[in-house]
């Protein structure tokens, strides 16, 4: 869609003959091939963080736990582009809208609510309390989510200015 959209350049947007954005899925694709490799294969084997086994672990439930939080953050933005584009043109909305405006009311108190509330549970408590601590989760989940987020917000403001240029030059 982004593509679609010109958010991303040519090269990574362009679809092919079955209309699939191949490129980036291959990119997809290989990245996490790539670092699964990393992490699970290279890391527990040249450093000294303990029992390989553990490790694994501690990596699945703190690259889930990031996940998490990226997605209740993302997900958080549906309810704000909701009222944003109410007071924005509510006109316009009215005539797209396709539920009743009881039910968006309620979704866009319920939904941040539940997005904060799955944020700070997940930063809280630990997964693997035997393995990690509360204290030291905060930490590494936290950070990693915010390191992730730092990360799309870059690569999407150079996807979004080559895509920019790229409209420009022709």
């Known amino acids: 869609v982004a593509g679609l959209d010109q958010r991303l350049p040519v090269g990574v947007g362009k679809l092919n003959k079955n209309r699939v954005p191949a490129t980036a899925i291959n990119f997809q694709s290989i990245t996490t091939i790539f670092l699964t490799m990393i992490i699970f294969f290279v890391v527990p084997y040249i450093t000294k963080l303990g ?3 553990a490790l694994a672990n501690e990596v699945y439930f703190i690259v889930q736990a990031a996940t998490t939080l990226v997605w209740a953050v993302s997900c958080t933005f549906f309810f704000v582009n909701l009222g944003v584009f109410y007071f924005r043109d509510k006109r316009a909305f009215h005539l797209h809208r396709i539920f009743p405006m009881p039910v968006l009311v309620i979704c866009s108190i319920v939904g941040p609510v ?4 799955a944020i700070i549970d997940t930063l809280l408590n630990s997964w693997i309390i035997s393995l990690i601590p509360n204290g030291n989760w905060w930490y590494i989940v936290g950070g990693l989510t915010l390191f992730c987020l730092v990360i799309a917000a870059i690569g999407s403001m150079f996807a979004t200015s080559e895509a ?3 409209d420009l030059n022709q």
């Open 114 to 117: 539940a997005c904060f509330a």
């Open 164 to 166: 920019a240029w790229e």
């Open 51 to 53: 029992d390989p086994a």
